[in-house]
């Protein structure tokens, strides 16, 4: 068994742990990132495409993406479309604020080709498959990869950011310990060779269920509809597929192209009971999971890297722990207005398999209570471009 050193060790090159070691390494505070799959799928697996406004800017401004403002496509507002009438949220007009849609795996490729560029460690198809003794001043990581070799990274600081399924959790108060909760339906996602049916994304609530029509590029295109979490995703013809698409969005005719892909994404809130311990802390995923309803995923994994930077910076620069003792309740009070607003987008657009005609109506009178409402628009184009991060 080989031991190399380092003085941070980040588990997972998603979003989180690539941003977080390229905002170790401009500190100088060198890091080693590991991730169990080849930098190939790490960089083609298709996920989150909304950036909020602040983590433009955070990547922006730390050098990590400039492709953003050239490839990315800035959204000034969303529609919310209830039973076939449209309402516009005007970002600009209510916060003065937008977002931007570029896809998460174009993310990934810029901050690869800067980890890479800056000489940094960072390894595919290395699999964490312990952390030990994360109370100590030396936490390591116990690692094998495809091979069967075995590597142990010995830290100053361990980081797990490792996704949902995370293996560094279970070092903290063990991989299931926290607050969940799951739903009764799922998005049905397709990618299309198609020209946009819409210039902003559409929310869509109609009786037939929830509809989210977003965009890609100006030839592929990204959208979902409601179903059932138990669903085949081969299991209906391309012609069913956008017969079921079409009728959750009354008021629009669907440009229709060629499915090329097509997945079904489970809904799931989690938050982790612990969010650090001793010299181990989680971030992103690994940390807390949120349906994609509100667009915060990815969002609140840079959010969390940024708090846990500064607190890191502190503590191994400075040898001033406050900040990491703060991390946890400082990253969950963002973590959890986040999670509020990804249930409540989730619970106010869709229509519950056992909903009552009393539920119906109950849930078209709060979407006409926001539509209606600058107070209502404003909340929403408040959290869905970002509050103001920390760090
Ligand atoms: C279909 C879909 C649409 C989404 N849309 C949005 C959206 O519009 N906006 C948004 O903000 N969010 C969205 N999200 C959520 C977003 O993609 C995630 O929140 C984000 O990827 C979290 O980043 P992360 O770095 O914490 O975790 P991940 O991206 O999950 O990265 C974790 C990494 O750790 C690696 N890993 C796991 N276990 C180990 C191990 N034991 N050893 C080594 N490596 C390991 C994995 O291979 C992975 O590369 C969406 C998600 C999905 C699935």
């Excluded at 896809?103 to 000489?119: C, F, K, N, T």
Aim: charged share 25%; glycine share 8%; with cysteine.
């Amino acid at each position: 068994m080989t031991t190399i050193r380092t003085r941070v060790a980040i588990v997972g090159a998603g979003p989180a742990g690539l941003f977080l070691s390229h905002l170790l390494d401009r500190a100088g505070i060198e890091s080693v990132v590991i991730d169990s799959r080849t930098r190939d799928a790490v960089e083609n697996t298709i996920r989150a495409g909304i950036l909020e406004h602040g983590t433009v800017e955070a990547l922006v401004e730390t050098g990590a993406s400039t492709r953003v403002l050239t490839d990315g496509h800035r959204h000034e507002g969303i529609e919310l479309r209830v039973d076939g009438e449209g309402h516009r949220i005007d970002f600009q007009d209510l916060v003065g604020r937008s977002v931007f849609l570029y896809p998460q795996h174009e993310v990934l490729r810029d901050l690869i080709a800067a980890r890479l560029a800056a000489g940094q460690d960072l390894r595919f198809g290395v699999t964490a498959t312990r952390i030990e003794d994360p109370e100590s001043d030396r936490p390591r990581v116990v690692t094998v990869d495809g091979d069967g070799a075995e590597l142990v990274i010995e830290a100053d600081f361990v980081v797990g950011a490792d996704g949902s399924h995370s293996v560094a959790r279970a070092a903290l108060s063990g991989a299931r310990s926290g607050y969940f909760r799951e739903y009764p339906f799922a998005w049905f996602g397709i990618l299309c060779e198609a020209p946009p049916s819409a210039p902003e994304l559409i929310y869509s609530n109609s009786a037939q269920g929830f509809a989210l029509i977003s965009q890609r590029s100006e030839s592929v295109q990204r959208m979902y509809f409601q179903c059932d979490p138990g669903m085949d995703p081969e299991s209906f013809s391309e012609e069913q597929l956008w017969s079921e698409l079409q009728a959750r969005v009354p008021g629009t005719t669907l440009v229709e192209g060629p499915v090329f892909q097509r997945d079904v994404l489970r809904f799931r809130s989690f938050v982790a009971q612990d969010l650090r311990r001793g010299r181990l802390a989680l971030v992103g995923d690994a940390a807390h999971t949120v349906p994609p309803t509100g667009a915060k995923g990815m969002n609140l994994a840079v959010a969390d890297v940024l708090v846990l930077e500064n607190a890191l910076r502190a503590l191994l620069l400075e040898n001033d722990d406050r900040l990491i003792d703060a991390y946890a309740e400082t990253a969950l009070r963002r973590i959890w207005k986040a999670q509020h607003f990804s249930w409540w987008m989730t619970s106010m657009l869709h229509v519950s398999p056992d909903a009552s005609e009393f539920d119906r109506r109950r849930q078209i009178g709060e979407l006409r209570s926001v539509v209606e409402s600058r107070a209502g628009r404003t909340y929403l184009a408040e959290a869905y471009t970002g509050w103001p991060l920390e760090g």
